[in-house]
């Protein structure tokens, strides 16, 4: 029976994305999910997992990273320390071969997730190098001539902040989606799975706040979902009444506790400048 994505209780899924997860099921295709960094694309690999009862193996990206490390690794250092140590481990090559999160994930007996995490900070062949072994759901190890193959299909989700462009043979094996910056009706929605007591003047003074936050024009980075959901947590430990959030110009008053919202010293500055300008004139 194919198993469906249906949302779970801790992530607000929209419509358009719980169908491009099912979409990628169906297909059997990796899912290349793209957005703004802070918009819940982590996430979503996580709350699909636990939706669909699925086991999760995390593959974090890095800039060092290379395609390899995700099939497996040859420990040659390892092996050559330990035959000049007499172990007799040596004999046998396959002890020194390390497995990578989608072996691991080929050989679980149920249907996994794999979520592999900001493929776009890797070098630009990483993509490339994983494009027959994420189509075919095989793979061969040199090492001990064997080819290991998948026993169930995982669903593969790839997330990317969009820092360099992908390439076009491996786009066309995946299953597409851009998660769109949450409107103010689904912002309410998220705020309220994480802090459902809260109340509605609070709740509608700061999305305003940060709403206004993100419009101002030479930002060089919006807040995002993430950086909202930490502002109200402190609101709230600091128990700022909605009152204090309130203002007749957007840019009359720097936001309460804005370190949480505005992440750079040039962006801070430009929020000081545009107060000082509106109280000058």
Same mark, same amino acid.
């Given at each position: 029976?194919?198993?469906?994505?249906?949302?779970?209780?801790?992530?607000?899924?929209?419509?358009?994305?719980?169908?491009?997860?099912?979409?990628?099921?169906?297909?059997?295709?990796?899912?290349?999910?793209?957005?703004?960094?802070?918009?819940?694309?982590?996430?979503?690999?996580?709350?699909?997992?636990?939706?669909?009862?699925?086991?999760?193996?995390?593959?974090?990206?890095?800039?060092?990273?290379?395609?390899?490390?995700?099939?497996?690794?040859?420990?040659?250092?390892?092996?050559?320390?330990?035959?000049?140590?007499?172990?007799?481990?040596?004999?046998?090559?396959?002890?020194?071969?390390?497995?990578?999160?989608?072996?691991?994930?080929?050989?679980? /007996?149920?249907?996994?997730?794999? $979520?592999?995490? +900001?493929?776009?900070?890797?070098? =630009?062949?990483?993509?490339?190098?994983? &494009? #027959?072994?994420?189509?075919?759901?095989?793979?061969?190890?040199?090492?001990?001539?064997?080819?290991?193959?998948?026993?169930?299909?995982?669903?593969?989700?790839?997330?990317?902040?969009?820092?360099?462009?992908?390439?076009?043979?491996?786009?066309?094996?995946?299953?597409?989606?851009?998660?769109?910056?949450?409107?103010?009706?689904?912002?309410?929605?998220?705020?309220?799975?994480?802090?459902?007591?809260?109340?509605?003047?609070?709740?509608?003074?700061?999305?305003?706040?940060?709403?206004?936050?993100?419009?101002?024009?030479?930002?060089?980075?919006?807040?995002?979902?993430?950086?909202?959901?930490?502002?109200?947590?402190?609101?709230?430990?600091? /128990?700022?009444?909605?009152?204090? $959030?309130?203002? +007749?110009?957007?840019?009359?008053? =720097?936001?309460?506790?804005?370190?949480? &919202? #505005?992440?750079?010293?040039?962006?801070?500055?430009?929020?000081?400048?545009?107060?000082?300008?509106?109280?000058?004139?």
């Amino acid at each position: 029976m194919t198993r469906r994505f249906t949302g779970t209780d801790t992530y607000v899924s929209t419509d358009d994305l719980t169908l491009a997860v099912n979409a990628a099921i169906t297909l059997g295709r990796p899912l290349l999910i793209k957005g703004e960094p802070g918009t819940g694309k982590t996430q979503l690999a996580e709350e699909v997992a636990r939706s669909i009862k699925a086991p999760l193996y995390r593959w974090h990206v890095k800039s060092t990273t290379k395609a390899q490390q995700g099939l497996y690794e040859y420990d040659a250092v390892s092996r050559l320390r330990d035959s000049q140590l007499g172990d007799n481990r040596v004999q046998d090559i396959s002890n020194y071969i390390v497995k990578g999160k989608l072996w691991e994930a080929f050989e679980d /007996d149920q249907m996994s997730v794999v $979520l592999i995490d +900001e493929i776009d900070k890797a070098d =630009i062949e990483f993509p490339n190098d994983l &494009l #027959l072994e994420i189509d075919k759901m095989e793979f061969y190890v040199y090492e001990t001539r064997q080819t290991i193959v998948a026993k169930n299909r995982p669903l593969v989700i790839i997330t990317s902040n969009n820092e360099k462009e992908l390439p076009d043979a491996f786009l066309r094996r995946c299953f597409f989606h851009y998660i769109r910056f949450p409107d103010t009706d689904t912002m309410k929605q998220i705020v309220n799975v994480h802090y459902p007591d809260l109340k509605k003047e609070l709740l509608d003074s700061a999305l305003k706040v940060f709403f206004d936050v993100r419009e101002v024009q030479g930002l060089k980075k919006k807040p995002s979902t993430s950086e909202l959901l930490d502002w109200i947590k402190l609101l709230l430990a600091e /128990d700022i009444p909605a009152t204090a $959030l309130q203002a +007749e110009n957007k840019h009359s008053i =720097i936001p309460k506790l804005h370190g949480a &919202l #505005l992440k750079n010293e040039q962006d801070v500055h430009l929020f000081e400048r545009l107060v000082f300008l509106n109280k000058r004139n």
